[in-house]
């Protein structure tokens, strides 16, 4: 069993930064490839961005220099910092081992004035 746990989100305003967390149980950090996700509301879920555990990273279009996924393998965690939020960046967010059904919880991320 995998257990992924999300935390970091809150209500910051339009420009501001968050720094998102999400700490993986066991040793599936290290081997897998870890993807962070998001899913507005109304909307479907989407890939923000992942890293492979050689450490190669892919950011989709919309945050593409905003956003920087992170890994640290000794605390089995994956970082998502986010600058220069803007309110389309609100959303629920969570971390996946790509390609299974492992998901957290999720946290919410709230860019408003």
């Known amino acids: 069993q995998v257990h992924l746990v999300e935390s970091g989100g809150g209500l910051v305003q339009p420009g501001g930064s968050l720094s998102l967390s999400c700490v993986a149980s066991?040793?599936?950090?290290?081997?897998?490839?870890m993807g962070w996700y998001r899913q507005a509301p109304g909307k479907g879920r989407e890939l923000v961005a992942d890293?492979?555990?050689?450490?190669?990273?892919t950011t989709a279009g919309s945050v593409k220099g905003r956003f920087t996924i992170s890994r640290d393998k000794a605390k089995n965690t994956v970082y998502l910092q986010m600058n220069s939020l803007k309110p389309e960046d609100t959303a629920v967010y969570y971390c996946?081992?790509?390609?299974?059904?492992?998901w957290g919880q999720g946290t919410q991320v709230t860019v408003s004035s």
């Open positions: 890293i492979t555990s050689a450490g190669t990273t």
């Open positions: 996946n081992v790509r390609g299974t059904v492992y």
């Open positions: 066991g040793s599936v950090l290290r081997l897998s490839t």
